[in-house]
């Protein structure tokens, strides 16, 4: 098992630009989670899917936020226009619905300059 | 008042020693909680979790629950260099329902030679 697969590990943009991160999660998880973390503000949840829905996105900041799982194997977090404020790593996080925790992926440091 | 609370630290034991990490709850119909240790730069890990009153035992870890208080904690004993971390402390709480957690910002962990 590959466990949560992240890209990029890493992304330097610039301000206004595009940023899209990607996650699989792992083979047969039905849900899956974004979360971003800071310094400040630690872990916090920015939406999540169960079987490929979006149940809870309360925590995405904003409308320049959005995120995407077409199928069971893929999701995508954009962010459109980026701004320095959005510098965090984010995890993405997957597990059987209603299971014991989740598993996170490696995590994409995001740098917006 | 923070969902989840969590003292930052840093936390410092000798090695050998006994390190109590804690962590206090809002809401009162929580059911699962979640010890996750998270090394500097890496992904959080999940370590333990309790859903009953009392201690569950792994290893050199002990999770303690007390709902009435609404407070669990992580007992290290014969601390080691190797578990200098921060541990977050994540809860599934009743009130939204659902899959998600949320977690306190972390105790930072060291443990000295």
């Known amino acids: 098992d590959a466990g949560v697969i992240q890209s990029p590990r890493h992304e330097v943009t610039e301000m206004g630009q595009e940023v899209t991160l990607r996650c699989k999660p792992i083979?047969?998880?039905?849900?899956l989670f974004w979360y971003r973390q800071t310094m400040m503000r630690g872990l916090e949840l920015l939406i999540y899917f169960n079987n490929n829905v979006p149940i809870d996105d309360s925590g995405m900041p904003e409308d320049r936020f959005s995120a995407k799982m077409p199928n069971a194997s893929f999701s995508t977090l954009k962010i459109q226009p980026s701004e320095p404020r959005d510098s965090a790593v984010y995890f993405c996080?997957?597990?059987?619905?209603?299971?014991?925790?989740?598993?996170f992926g490696s995590g994409t440091r995001l740098t917006v300059v | 008042q923070k969902e989840v609370e969590q003292n930052s630290g840093p936390l410092s034991v000798p090695e050998g020693a006994i390190a109590s990490l804690n962590c206090t709850y809002s809401?009162?119909?929580?059911?699962?909680f979640f010890w996750y240790r998270q090394y500097s730069g890496k992904s959080p890990e999940l370590i333990m979790f309790i859903y009953s009153n009392g201690d569950k035992e792994d290893g050199r870890f002990t999770a303690q629950l007390n709902k009435a208080s609404q407070y669990v904690s992580l007992l290290i004993r014969d601390s080691q260099p190797s578990d200098s971390a921060t541990y977050l402390c994540a809860v599934r709480p009743i009130t939204g329902g659902g899959n998600k957690l949320t977690f306190g910002t972390g105790t930072q962990l060291k443990v000295e030679l």
């Open positions: 809401d009162r119909g929580s059911q699962s």
């Open positions: 996080a997957s597990s059987f619905q209603y299971s014991y925790g989740y598993t």
């Open positions: 083979s047969g998880h039905n849900s």
